[in-house]
């Protein structure tokens, strides 16, 4: 009864591990370089859709020692230099399932690449281990082990554009002559019909920044010191661009003292040196302004823009 089971015991694992296969393409290789590892499944469509979990960035391995010793506490990590890809073909007694994964190694030594496993709907199928062995390349004098994977990033890269080139070259020769005249036609359509931007003047900018900011309504928002250093900045922007001053950085009355010399009406100059003085107060005084003020303030300054911006003329 023993045997029997023995037999039909092996007999079943061995039929599913049939089914799963894993290989590598180069087993030896220098550090820096590139290989590839295959995991191919056969399953029957009835079997439902596969579940399979690849790594993204690097696959954490074991180090065997030359005694074949594993070391289990200390895993090395090979780099994924292209992401994983895997594809499903048609074959006579069912689909088989290819994942391929382009790996390197920045460590010399013997890895165990571990198990991996996919499952379908109501099984789950391993993929048996994997042995790489890196050694190290004899440098020559001033090359890096950095310089090694530059040189192997750069030959797949050559050869994955040269394989691509030479499947879809027929589709260049007919696209790119179409997609030229196409880009020709659309800038003769673009500089027959588009019209230039007209650039906004130094009062739209200004009434466009204060509409923005009302706006935002900031002082709602318990924001009302913040309000009134824009209110404050706009106000001094127009008129350091207007007069060509630097009021940025000035005072409330070096302001003033410096827009007396402009030729502005008294009125004027008075309502900006009572914003401004109203500003600092909010500001640094915690002044808190009622809202009907605040619209106030905002009405003040678009009409001040509006009495010194020059009259614009729209031609036609």
């Not at 799963?20 to 029957?44: V, W």
């Amino acid at each position: 009864m023993k045997i029997l089971f023995f037999i039909l015991f092996t007999t079943f694992f061995g039929a599913v591990f049939s089914q799963t296969k894993s290989s590598i393409k180069n087993a030896r290789l220098k550090i820096g370089e590139q290989t590839e590892i295959t995991y191919q499944l056969k399953f029957k469509k009835e079997e439902g859709q596969l579940s399979f979990f690849p790594h993204s960035k690097t696959i954490s391995c074991l180090k065997r020692s030359k005694s074949s010793k594993v070391n289990t506490e200390d895993p090395i990590d090979v780099e994924i230099l292209i992401p994983f890809k895997d594809t499903i073909i048609q074959a006579k007694n069912g689909l088989i399932w290819l994942g391929k994964y382009k790996i390197t190694a920045w460590d010399a030594g013997t890895f165990i690449i571990p198990p991996a496993t996919i499952s379908t709907q109501d099984s789950v199928y391993q993929f048996a281990e994997i042995i790489l062995h890196v050694i190290s390349p004899k440098l020559k004098e001033g090359k890096e082990i950095y310089d090694i994977k530059e040189s192997a990033m750069a030959d797949d890269f050559t050869d994955e554009y040269i394989s691509w080139f030479k499947n879809k070259w027929h589709l260049i020769l007919i696209g790119l002559p179409l997609l030229i005249l196409i880009i020709i036609f659309f800038r003769k359509r673009f500089k027959k019909d588009h019209k230039p931007l007209k650039e906004l003047s130094l009062k739209e900018r200004s009434l466009l920044a204060i509409d923005s900011l009302e706006k935002a309504k900031m002082w709602q928002k318990n924001l009302v010191k913040e309000h009134y250093i824009e209110l404050s900045f706009i106000l001094r922007s127009y008129l350091s661009s207007q007069y060509d001053l630097n009021l940025l950085e000035k005072t409330s009355y070096q302001t003033t003292f410096l827009l007396n010399h402009k030729n502005l009406e008294k009125d004027t100059l008075e309502t900006i040196k009572n914003i401004l003085d109203y500003s600092d107060l909010v500001k640094f005084a915690k002044l808190t302004p009622t809202e009907m003020e605040i619209f106030k303030n905002i009405a003040q300054i678009k009409q001040i823009i509006v009495e010194t911006s020059p009259l614009e003329i729209n031609h036609v």
